[in-house]
């Protein structure tokens, strides 16, 4: 098996090194989204890189780059566009919206109602677009990088149950560490106005056929049976502790083998090994369950759940 998802993945780390300071997982994480057909949620405190990562993961792959910034009064129109009566011609004009692109950031998405954010919904599922009556399809690779807040509660619409589903990935930030802020302080406090990626140095380093051609050999990854039922076992073992009140959805079970076939290839293998489970189960699972009233008193996280059934998950040799 050629090495081509390994050898992408360490150029585009390289070039968004460049101007964002760690986020080596994250990357990580965005191309396996890429790669699986997938989406990223990004939830981090304001000012860890969750918009200027999109847009430098976009440069780098030359991926058609469209940004909405949720707000409470945005309307599903102005995501996904609106057909307008032309007078001159006395017939309607499609005007897309920003979601006609390779790579939507959906920039605070937790603040706009949720009438707004179901607009999305057949995007992320079926990547078209239903317009009166009439489907226009979207780019293969399309995908959706949100980004929500998690301390400013106030004026926040939280994501149904249906919307976090359609997310492969939710990513939890954290604060740099103190030589990473020293870096970052290094590298944006003597500039004015704010960053640009190819200002930064950020080249593309991937055409259309090279991500074609990834694709293809993350299609060519092996899932032993084994795998399969270590993936089963430990996503219905979500909805058989007593811990979460609301357990993982079949849909979770197929993306979490999915990625970790992605996972694979980025690690230069055509198998998938219980370590890509692992390594994957978190930011699958951690969106897609809800804690038992009990576990919430005694301050548990579900992180803390899921990590706990990884744990006592028996998995294959």
């Known amino acids: ?17 460049k101007a964002v300071v760690g986020q ?29 990562l999109a847009q430098c993961f976009a440069q780098t792959l030359q991926l058609a780059y469209g940004r909405v910034q949720f707000t409470p009064d945005l309307m599903p129109a ?26 939507l950031l959906a920039d605070e998405i937790n603040r706009t109602p949720p009438k707004t954010q179901a607009a999305l919904l057949e995007a992320m599922q079926e990547r078209r677009v239903t317009l009166d009556g009439v489907s ?12 929500q807040n998690p301390i400013e509660h106030q004026g926040a619409y939280p994501l149904p149950e249906a919307q976090l589903d359609r997310f492969l990935f939710k990513q ?21 106005g704010q960053p640009d990626p190819r200002a930064m140095g950020v080249a593309q380093v991937a055409t259309a056929e090279a991500l074609a051609a990834c694709h293809a050999q993350v299609a060519g990854v092996r899932l032993t049976d084994e795998i399969v039922g270590y993936v089963l076992d430990l996503v219905r073992s ?37 370590d890509d489970v692992k390594a994957l189960a978190l930011p699958v699972l951690r969106h897609r369950v809800i804690l038992s009233p009990a576990a919430e008193i005694e301050g548990r996280r579900a992180e803390d759940v899921i990590q706990a059934l990884v744990d006592q998950a028996a998995a294959p040799r």
């Not at 995501?79 to 692109?101: D, E, H, K, Y």
């Open 78 to 103: 102005d995501i996904l566009g609106a057909n307008v009566f032309n007078f001159q011609t006395s017939s309607f004009t499609l005007t897309r919206g920003p979601i006609f692109c390779e790579l």
């Open 1 to 17: 098996m050629s090495d081509e998802v390994r050898a992408l993945a360490e150029r585009v780390q390289a070039e968004i090194g």
């Open 136 to 147: 226009h399809p979207l780019s293969e690779r399309f995908m959706v990088v949100a980004t």
């Open 238 to 274: 979500t909805r058989e502790t007593a811990d979460l009140q609301s357990g993982a959805s079949p849909r979770s079970a197929a993306q979490l083998a999915l990625a970790a076939r992605a996972r694979a290839a980025l690690d230069g293998r055509d198998y998938a090994l219980p």
């Open 24 to 52: 080596a997982e994250t990357v990580d994480l965005l191309l396996i989204a890429l790669f699986a057909r997938g989406h990223v949620l990004l939830e981090g405190p304001p000012g860890t890189a969750k918009t200027f």
């Open 172 to 192: 939890a930030l954290a604060y740099p560490s103190r030589e990473e802020e020293r870096r970052i302080v290094e590298t944006f406090g003597l500039q004015s």
